[in-house]
């Protein structure tokens, strides 16, 4: 545990990865916009920082864990950002879901200055934050990868290095578009079920049981039948992911049909005001299209 680890964005899924880290026996630095979630983690040991800056000039590794491309950037490259206090040698780790095209601009930036960085984007929702069974796919030199796996391995289940600076967030983008997808898709089978008079519950216990059984339906089972849409996963979040996996279609030349027509549905969630609301929210607009009371 020579490492001394810094982690930059404290929300739903950065709290508890970070305290995960602290329970393996890491001392660790740690920045956030708004003062509650680093009150807190200071309460159980951290020490709190003034600016990403900070961070990396006490660290070694830098975690990031923030809301899309436009912070990434700015933590990673602002005024106050990671590279302006990231030592020769030291690394940084984006877990952020972000644009691939922006992992490797910023990969390259931190070549020039004697700094790795590996992109590592995570599914598993808050609960495999907090269980520490995160999924994790990373993007960047093997070398970077291998010191980063024994801290990956105390935040996730599953850690695959899946090829050069961006790869991770492309996988990321994929695994979006089949979460956003099968959300999708179990929705319009609990409506239409309902319409016809069969209890939601049986239609999950069935489904789930044969060769339409997945993960959607196993961890948001409580959610899509109770309609408390607490959220793991937000909407405004998941519309912002397939807006990045749609960009990606263009630039590769991959057309995304169904995926196109989900982001939309995730936008009119937004207009609806339920950006907030977990993105298995998606069952509300389905519902609300089929006249079905909710």
Do not use: W
């Given at each position: 545990m020579s490492e001394k680890v810094g982690f930059v964005g404290l929300g739903i899924m950065g709290r508890p990865m970070a305290r995960n880290l602290m329970k393996a026996g890491y001392d660790l630095m740690?920045?956030?916009?708004?003062?509650?979630?680093?009150?807190?983690?200071?309460?159980?040991?951290?020490?709190?920082?003034?600016?990403?800056?900070?961070?990396?000039?006490?660290?070694?590794?830098?975690?990031?864990?923030?809301?899309?491309?436009?912070?990434?950037?700015?933590?990673?490259?602002?005024?106050?950002?990671?590279?302006?206090?990231?030592?020769?040698?030291?690394?940084?780790?984006?877990?952020?879901?972000?644009?691939?095209i922006l992992a490797r601009e910023l990969a390259r930036d931190a070549r020039q200055r004697g700094v790795g960085m590996l992109d590592a984007p995570v599914s598993g929702g808050d609960v495999g934050a907090k269980e520490g069974t995160l999924s994790i796919m990373v993007?960047?030199?093997?070398?970077?990868?291998?010191?980063?796996?024994?801290?990956?391995?105390?935040?996730?289940?599953?850690?695959?290095?899946?090829?050069?600076?961006?790869?991770?967030?492309?996988?990321?983008?994929?695994?979006?578009?089949?979460?956003?997808?099968?959300?999708?898709?179990?929705?319009?089978a609990l409506v239409l079920g309902s319409k016809a008079g069969v209890d939601p519950m049986n239609v999950i216990e069935v489904l789930s049981g044969g060769l339409a059984g997945n993960k959607v339906m196993e961890v948001k089972a409580e959610k899509l039948l109770s309609h408390n849409f607490e959220p793991g996963g937000k909407v405004e979040f998941h519309h912002k992911d397939l807006g990045i996996a749609l960009e990606a279609g263009r630039e590769y030349g991959v057309s995304l049909p169904v995926t196109a027509i989900v982001d939309q549905m995730f936008g009119e969630l937004r207009t609806r005001g339920r950006g907030e609301w977990d993105h298995s929210a998606l069952l509300t607009l389905i519902e609300e299209r089929a006249g079905e009371d909710t």
């Open positions: 740690a920045y956030n916009r708004s003062r509650g979630a680093i009150e807190e983690l200071v309460a159980e040991g951290a020490v709190a920082a003034g600016s990403p800056k900070e961070v990396a000039e006490s660290s070694d590794v830098v975690f990031t864990m923030l809301p899309g491309p436009p912070e990434v950037e700015k933590v990673v490259a602002g005024e106050e950002g990671l590279l302006r206090g990231a030592r020769e040698g030291s690394l940084l780790v984006d877990m952020s879901t972000s644009s691939p993007g960047g030199s093997e070398e970077d990868f291998e010191r980063a796996k024994p801290l990956f391995e105390i935040m996730g289940k599953t850690v695959v290095h899946v090829g050069e600076s961006g790869a991770g967030q492309t996988v990321k983008a994929c695994n979006q578009i089949v979460v956003a997808l099968t959300i999708e898709a179990v929705s319009e």
